[in-house]
């Protein structure tokens, strides 16, 4: 992958975690008209406060559009919230990892996949299948193996939900429909928008 792909699988990683984050504060609003105080915030956030995702504990009012499901062991639940293609040729898969167990679930390692150089700790070992075109999609790497996915998965406390996001080379724009698998986890049907 060349510098300049690997510059736009970042940007597009950005973008949709810029997407997901717009979301979930939009979610966090109340209908109230904006008071005086409540104007100073946005410039607060833009100053970088706002770079890190608040703990997901189930506050948001309005909780994000889930267009699938997949099961996983141990009271593991993925939720995909969109799946979204863009004009630069990526498809991009976002959604949470809840923990509906009444303990912490540790063995996220077997998400990683089984290739050589998967990076640790995440959700690299994710496919899309086009059951159509008959192809296989795997997560996007950088040169140095690195995959455009989420990292650092290592606990999921109960009761806890963590945002996740992939990223796919895109399938043709006739293909509307992928299967998402991750190791351990059910199959799950996905729409693509965009």
Do not use: H
Not at 65 to 72: D, L, M, P, W
Not at 110 to 121: D, F, H, M, Q, Y
Not at 141 to 167: K, M, N, W, Y
Request: proline share 7%; net charge positive; hydrophobic share 35%.
């Amino acid at each position: 992958m060349s510098i300049r792909q690997k510059a736009k699988v970042r940007g597009g990683a950005a973008v949709a975690v810029a997407a997901v984050l717009a979301l979930a504060l939009a979610g966090c609003g109340g209908g109230d008209k904006p008071k005086e105080p409540q104007k100073a915030a946005p410039s607060q956030s833009q100053a970088g406060g706002a770079q890190k995702p608040a703990p997901s504990s189930g506050n948001t009012s309005a909780p994000l559009e889930v267009i699938a499901t997949a099961k996983g062991p141990s009271g593991i639940v993925l939720e995909v919230n969109s799946v979204v293609r863009d004009q630069d040729g990526y498809l991009t898969v976002n959604g949470q990892l809840k923990n509906t167990g009444s303990q912490a679930f540790v063995r996220t390692s077997e998400w990683n996949g089984v290739e050589k150089n998967a990076s640790p700790a995440s959700v690299a070992g994710a496919t899309l299948v086009d059951s159509v075109g008959k192809k296989r999609y795997y997560v996007l790497r950088d040169t140095e193996g690195r995959c455009a996915c989420t990292t650092g998965l290592s606990r999921i406390a109960a009761s806890e939900s963590v945002p996740f996001f992939a990223q796919f080379p895109a399938p043709p724009t006739t293909t509307t429909e992928v299967v998402f698998g991750l190791p351990t986890f059910d199959t799950a049907t996905l729409k693509i928008s965009g």
